[in-house]
């Protein structure tokens, strides 16, 4: 009796004597290309698994021909009743959750083509991925769904979209961060090339000035003149004789530096400008200097008027940038005021009597359209 049919005969005896003669008849194949390991979780001998993975004589993710590891035959009828125990050894020894045979097939596959909820479960706890597909472009869900295991199908479809949204979530996040780089990105580009505009500027009124052989100097009428010679100007000079204002506390911003506001100081204080509800200043535009693209292979990119070649944008829809991107094009129908803080339903008094101890909250929305609707209408 050699390893494979003492692991599936369930011989302890003769496998630990032959584990301790050789440790080279545990890497013999049989004819289907099946080593120890496959055969003891295919018949679920959790005992068998362990030793063979504690004392480190097969690999966890060994592959047959057929690229299938131990995990895919752990998830099969054979392995029953011992399924959930001999996939939960090989999790715990780092077993590949989202390894694939040559058709494409995950265990996650397997599981939900057979129905084990509680191992789909566990698999997506330990990281599977819903979305993969196999050779034929079926998704766990669709396998669930054919083979008629609702509760399965029911639970991958949240997994699924617990995923979608937790990525969605991320990219969300890198437009955020690509959005705030490319307005100071851009508030720099227009500084220099404001600055390059006035250098240019100061040139030709230099140059209009030495034609006509006349100094390059304002009169005081003007509000300010500039010296050729390196002076400074009156405006410099006045702002150095004035004296120094006395410091104002940080809290206190009334005009009057001796009296002190009469509000609260536990919080920060701004100055009203009118009676009307405040609104946040407007954002900066992109639209003059950021341009979105979508690429032949489907991906969106970004062109900005300070780089040369384009980048990729967060993995988006282009609707979506756009609107984050150029919110002058999206204006809200909803205003709201920059101070407005929401309340919960929860928080606002209750004009019916009050709920009794122990009773659910859907019995009190049920009274209450009983009595505000007319009879024979709820």
Not at 10 to 29: A, E, H, K, M, Y
Not at 65 to 86: C, D, I, M, V, Y
Request: net charge positive.
């Amino acid at each position: 009796m050699d390893v494979l049919h003492a692991a599936a005969s369930g011989d302890t005896v003769w496998l630990g004597l032959i584990l301790r003669r050789s440790t080279t008849l545990p890497q013999r194949n049989r004819e289907q290309g099946l080593r120890v390991l496959h055969v003891a979780a295919l018949h679920g001998h959790v005992s068998f698994m362990e030793t063979l993975l504690e004392g480190g004589i097969m690999e966890v993710d060994v592959r047959c021909p057929q690229g299938r590891t131990p995990l895919h035959l752990a998830l099969t009828p054979k392995s029953a009743p011992w399924t959930q125990a001999a996939m939960s050894c090989l999790l715990k020894h780092e077993a590949q959750v989202n390894a694939a045979t040559e058709d494409g097939l995950t265990p996650l596959h397997q599981a939900a083509a057979e129905g084990l909820l509680e191992c789909v479960q566990a698999l997506i706890e330990a990281g599977a991925d819903p979305r993969l597909r196999d050779s034929n472009g079926h998704r766990p869900l669709e396998l669930a769904t054919i083979w008629c295991h609702r509760q399965v199908a029911r639970f991958l479809k949240d997994a699924m979209w617990k995923k979608d949204k937790m990525a969605e979530g991320t990219q969300r996040r890198k437009l955020q961060r690509l959005k705030e780089g490319l307005q100071f990105w851009q508030h720099r580009h227009e500084f220099q090339e404001k600055s390059v505009r006035q250098d240019v500027s100061m040139e030709r009124v230099k140059a209009w000035a030495k034609k006509k052989g006349m100094p390059l100097q304002w009169g005081p009428e003007r509000g300010c003149f500039l010296l050729c010679h390196g002076q400074h100007t009156s405006t410099e000079t006045k702002e150095r004789e004035a004296p120094p204002k006395a410091p104002r506390e940080a809290w206190n911003i009334s005009p009057n530096p001796r009296k002190a506001p009469k509000a609260s100081i536990s919080r920060a204080q701004e100055v009203r400008i009118s009676t009307r509800p405040q609104t946040e200043p407007p954002a900066p535009d992109l639209r003059r200097g950021v341009t979105l693209t979508q690429e032949p292979d489907g991906g969106p990119c970004y062109k900005a008027c300070w780089e040369t070649k384009p980048r990729p944008a967060p993995a988006l829809p282009l609707n979506v940038l756009k609107r984050e991107l150029f919110s002058a094009d999206y204006p809200s129908r909803l205003g709201s005021p920059l101070d407005f803080q929401s309340r919960s339903v929860l928080d606002l008094p209750h004009l019916c009597r009050p709920p009794q101890p122990g009773a659910s909250p859907w019995t009190d929305i049920a009274m209450h359209l009983v009595e505000e609707l007319p009879p024979g209408h709820h």
